[in-house]
């Protein structure tokens, strides 16, 4: 791939997550940035006619060096690397005088993770205010200069990077921002605190949390590969809950652009079927003998009251099958979902031999959707299940059973529903746009 360009090829810049540099005569760094989308940002500043800054350091520059990266949290990593390697003149000259974050961890005996403003930390761990007084908000911890054992990271040049680093890394691997107290702190309610100092005990396990914190901020160990590896460990000891939120933070790291096959590319099938499994187990208490392969969602949607769809996904052995996808156009009202549905299970079960017979049908919506496909589908004799929109309630009907939003089950139904949603929403906007623009 190439990496260095001239300002008259700024248009062969990729639209990819990554770090710029801007290289002057001599090759050395005027100024460093990142980007969700390298093009755009570097044409932005070659457009930018009116900060002085920006005129400076683009009238000294060469060269323009880029570095992709799988997401933005690596782009955040590596820019502060490279900044505190290179102290590139313009990065520098700050905005406002806070100066840049620096995210410190203390050679506590329960390490604590902070945020500090200052100008800078000098190697010998020396902080250096950008004002007097002018740290963190309502800091607890304000010093003057930090034990050998501390860990720094950073610059990080805009204000809430440090922040979103860490908020995000919190909900991967929690940590402290505080000393042992008397009483255990509301994070650990959260899990965002877990172990807490305050608690005395698994101190051990607290150490290996700061220890993987390390590795990533200091770009050691990648934020991908580490979902990759804990949504794996959480599949394996069928703790869905935990791997589908895991799976979530993961889909995050790239929301809006193409997502790297290395993100996703690891063993779903394993992970699915598990889940799966663990859902199976659920319903068995209601539907003895239940054995779950195929399993089918039903999701009705319009577009501003028109051209209403009822979207049908197909999942087996916890995976999807696209090309069993159908779509069924609604004839007998134009904005009722639940008669949209009674209408498209009808037609649907009519195909019981060529399309195969679903062992679970679940439908995206509550009782009123529920009651109104009922009749259809005992007549089948197909184990059916609703879940609520707003409530996010599961509703059993045959069974009189209402379930609470947690579990494998519910993990495994909400994914198979948002799939049904995304489906049939899609086909109704593009149905609008067909007819409409």
Known sequence: MKTLFTLKEVG??????????????????????????????????????????TIKFVSEAMVI????????????????????????????????????SYIVITDDLWPMV??????????????????????????????????????????????NDALSLLRYIRQIIPFATHRPQKKVCLYRELGLCDPC?????????????????KALLSGRTKI????????????????????????VLQQSLTAGEHHSRELWDFDNRAFFVREQEGATKVLQQYFPGLHLSRVECFDASHHWGQYLYVGMVVFKDGLAQKDNYRLFSI????????????EALARRLKHLVDWGRPDLIIIDGGLPQLSAVGGVLRKARIPYMGLAKKEEILHIPQKNATLMPTGGLYTFVTRVRDEAHRFSITKSRQAFRKNNL
């Open 65 to 100: 060096k880029i570095i992709p990266t799988q997401n933005e949290f690596d782009a955040i990593i590596l820019e502060a690397r490279l900044v505190k390697t290179h102290q590139p003149l313009y990065n520098i000259e700050l905005k406002d005088d806070k100066g840049p």
């Open 12 to 53: 062969e810049i990729p639209q990819t997550y990554g770090v710029y540099l801007f290289l002057n005569s001599q090759k050395k760094p005027v100024y460093i940035g990142k980007s969700v989308n390298l093009k755009k940002r570097v044409q932005n500043h070659l457009q930018n006619s009116f900060d002085t800054k």
């Open 224 to 247: 991908s590969r580490l979902l990759i590896r804990d949504i794996k460990k959480a599949s394996q000891k069928t703790d869905f809950e935990k791997a589908q939120k895991l799976l």
């Open 197 to 213: 100092p305050s608690e005395g005990v698994r101190r051990p396990e607290y150490l290996k949390n700061i220890q993987k914190i």
């Open 114 to 159: 902070k945020i500090i403003n200052c100008s800078s930390v000098t190697p010998d761990h020396h902080v250096i205010p950008a004002k007097a007084g002018i740290y963190t908000k309502k800091e607890e911890w304000i010093p003057d200069q930090v034990g050998d054992d501390t860990t720094i990271f950073g610059p990080y040049l805009k204000n």
């Open 331 to 342: 004839k007998t009202t134009t904005n009722n979902d639940p008669k949209a549905l009674q």
